[in-house]
Structures are given as structure tokens and as C-alpha cells.
């Protein structure tokens, strides 16, 4: 069964340091992950995605994350945190066995401290 | 370009009423999945249309039904409402093929009281 742990549902940094999100996955095939953001009475917005190309996958507002099969992991990060990027983040998978439907982790909370 | 849009953005019902959401999916695409993000919590997949019909379906009960239109369009009916449907209904469109590239609209949200 397709499952996503999100293993940090807040995380708190300074602006200017490093931001790391976790997530562990479960798939029972080569998955597609995702991570989105949602910002405050926003829809979801796609920060990035892989779907089986380069394992490092780069994305939107200089955020990245790394497929990482033996670990069953894909953490999101940035070097460097901005009061824009506090928001409620949500890493997904989803593969072909289910019709590619979106599972959901229950969302990391980024808090940026000025 | 029209992105996702969702109406109506809140709606409150009482207790054993009906409702009806709307999605009108992004220009170009053709699949329609709808979604109910309790509070709190990552969004939850109920139900994805495609050609007019039901594709697939999560683990939500007959009370929730859909439609799509020719127009791609969809609805999302929730019948004998419950306190524990008040949440965040998201719709996201797709193109079939490219059903990993969703974009989801706003979202509505429901109280029922």
C-alpha cells in the first residue's frame, strides 16, 4: 500500500539557515513523489517533482529534494530560509498501481523566525 | 490563462442537508479529482472523473457523489451531511497521460453546523 510519513509536523528555523523537511515513503512500485506548499487561504502549489529521471530534482524559490530509493526518502531542503517560505508543506506519492492517485502526508508547518 | 477555480470559496450547511461544490479544471486539461483536507490534516482523495465518469475512488462513502460535464467541469454532492464533513474541499485537474502534473484550485470550505 502507498503511504507517506512526514516525520516533522512543525519545524522552526532563522532566516538565513538551512531548511530541512522529512518525508519516508511507502510504494509498492517505482513511485512518483511530489512536494506542495499551501500557503494560508492558498490552493496547493507544486514546489517539485520526480517521476523516475534525475534522483536530485530542483524546484521552485531555490527549494530541492533527493529521491533517495534505499532510504525510502525524499527530504525537501533550501540553504537558506526567507519569511516567505513559512507555510504548511505536504509530500505526496503516488505510482501506477493505484491509477497514479495522490497520497497526502498529514503537512510539516515551517515556522521562520526573523 | 484561468488556473483551477472552485466555488463557492465558503458555504455553511446544518446537519442532514445537501451540497453541491464546483471545479472548473485549468484550460487543456481533461481529469478532475476532488479532495477533503480536514482540519489539520494532508487532503484526502475522494474521487477522480475523467470522460464523464468515475475513474477511481477513495475510501469515502456513497454519500459523496460527482459528476463531469462535456465541458470537463465537475461537481462534488454531499448528501445527509455530517459534523465531520465540515473540512477544506480541494479540486485539481490533470491532463490524462500526465496525471502526475496536478493543479489544484483553492478550495471550498465547508462548515456544517
Redesign the interface.
Known amino acids: 500500500a502507498q503511504s507517506v510519513t512526514q516525520l516533522d509536523s512543525h519545524v522552526s528555523v532563522s532566516e538565513g539557515t538551512p531548511v530541512l523537511l522529512r518525508c519516508n515513503y511507502s510504494s509498492s512500485y517505482s513511485p512518483s513523489l511530489f512536494w506542495y506548499v499551501q500557503h494560508p487561504n492558498k490552493g496547493l502549489q507544486l514546489l517539485l517533482k520526480y517521476t523516475s529521471a534525475a534522483t536530485l530534482v530542483k524546484g521552485i524559490n531555490g527549494f530541492e529534494a533527493e529521491f533517495k530509493k534505499s532510504e525510502t526518502s525524499f527530504h525537501l531542503t533550501k540553504p537558506s530560509a526567507h519569511m516567505s517560505d513559512a507555510a504548511e508543506y505536504f509530500c505526496v506519492v503516488s505510482d501506477q498501481a493505484t491509477g497514479n492517485q495522490f497520497y497526502f502526508g498529514t503537512g510539516t508547518s515551517l515556522t521562520v523566525i526573523p | 490563462d484561468a ?2 477555480t472552485q466555488s463557492p470559496t465558503h458555504l455553511i450547511k446544518t446537519r442532514g442537508q445537501q451540497v453541491t461544490l464546483r471545479c472548473s479544471p485549468k484550460s487543456g486539461h481533461d481529469t478532475v ?1 476532488w ?1 477533503q483536507q480536514a482540519l ?6 475522494i474521487f ?1 472523473y475523467y470522460e464523464e465518469e468515475e ?2 475512488r ?1 475510501n469515502f462513502p456513497d454519500r459523496f457523489s460527482g459528476h463531469q460535464f462535456p465541458n470537463y467541469s465537475s461537481e462534488l454532492n454531499v448528501n445527509a451531511l455530517l459534523l465531520g464533513d465540515s473540512a477544506l474541499y ?1 479540486c ?1 485537474s490533470s491532463r490524462l497521460g500526465a ?9 471550498t470550505r465547508l462548515t456544517v453546523t
Open positions: 488556473g483551477v479529482s479532495y489539520g490534516q494532508g487532503p484526502q482523495f477522480q475513474r477511481q477513495g480541494l485539481a496525471n502526475y502534473e496536478q493543479y489544484f484550485g483553492p478550495g
